[in-house]
């Protein structure tokens, strides 16, 4: 089952990342399989906990450069195809059910899907429609590896924790924390992908999700909250007199950030009062 959540893990990932490669009307339904793909993640995982396994979120290098959409597609096929016949050694059939009957749906609509050419990878650095001096390009450049990077690295973080908690009330924090992530990963790749640097988050050491402190995680992820906020804010000021329209941007994300801080705080709050109970 370990290996089966490997690579729906990779595939979730390889979906994602082909979402982004695609300026048409293909991007959605991409995107949007890539999320049915994270959820089938979610119950693997979940399966595993139940049986007591042991696991990480290690995983495979996802080669994804490509210059075809087709290339990408034809790629993912072949990963479902190889995911659906390992389901077999699934225990829970109706899981696996679940599971294959989506896999077939999304390599049948891959199979239909109109090519295009992909300029995700082109290294042109330059963002569609706005001039930015060298000094903004590279900020923001180094601002999106590293921030996509850590989007994703928080993803892996809430969705261990929540898998690992029977608590409603942290759940409830953690899936809200989960979402913005997603949605901060989504945003970062759309703009890393205009401007052609587009790339996989690399693996997440085991190291940061299989957390023994949660209370020193949750101070410490209020710091980084902060620092982030400091970093949007400088970015927000480096991009401000070429673009009006992605300063607001980064500013909308730096106010983002109070609103995490606030849900790490009451999680903080609520492993004081467990513990002192």
């Known amino acids: 089952m370990k290996t089966v959540m490997i690579k729906t893990h990779e595939a979730w990932l390889e979906m994602l990342m082909a979402g982004f490669m695609s300026t048409t009307e293909n991007r959605q339904v991409l995107v949007d399989f890539s999320d049915i793909l994270f959820r089938h993640f979610t119950w693997i995982e979940n399966e595993l906990i139940v049986t007591q396994e042991s696991y990480s979120y290690d995983r495979d290098a996802i080669p994804i450069r490509v210059e ?6 034809h790629s993912i096929i072949r990963h479902l195809n190889e995911l659906d016949l390992q389901l077999i050694g699934l225990e829970d059939k109706a899981l696996a059910e679940r599971i294959s009957s989506d896999i077939h749906y999304m390599t049948s609509v ?79 790749c759309d703009m890393g992908a205009k401007m052609g640097i587009l790339a996989v988050p690399r693996v997440v050491m085991k190291e940061l999700y299989q957390i023994e402190d949660v209370t020193q995680f949750l101070k410490d992820g209020i710091n980084e909250e902060l620092a982030a906020k400091e970093e949007c804010k400088k970015l927000s000021e480096a991009v401000a007199k070429d673009s009006e329209e992605l300063a607001r941007f980064f500013d909308f994300i730096n106010y983002q950030e109070n609103y995490h801080i606030s849900l790490m705080t009451d999680a903080l709050a609520y492993y004081a009062k467990e513990t002192d109970a």
């Not at 075809?68 to 597609?73: K, N, V």
């Not at 290294?123 to 180094?142: H, K, N, V, W, Y």
């Not at 898998?163 to 979402?179: G, V």
């Open 68 to 73: 075809r959409l087709s290339d990408i597609l």
């Open 110 to 188: 891959l199979h239909g899907m109109e090519d295009e050419t992909v300029t995700a990878f082109s290294m042109a650095r330059t963002f569609p429609g706005i001039s930015l001096t060298q000094e903004a390009t590279d900020a923001l450049t180094l601002f999106l590896f590293e921030e996509t990077y850590k989007e994703y690295e928080l993803i892996m973080i809430y969705n261990y924790l929540k898998a690992h908690s029977d608590d409603a009330y942290l759940n409830r924090i953690f899936q809200i924390l989960i979402d913005e992530s997603f949605f901060h990963l989504k945003r970062f």
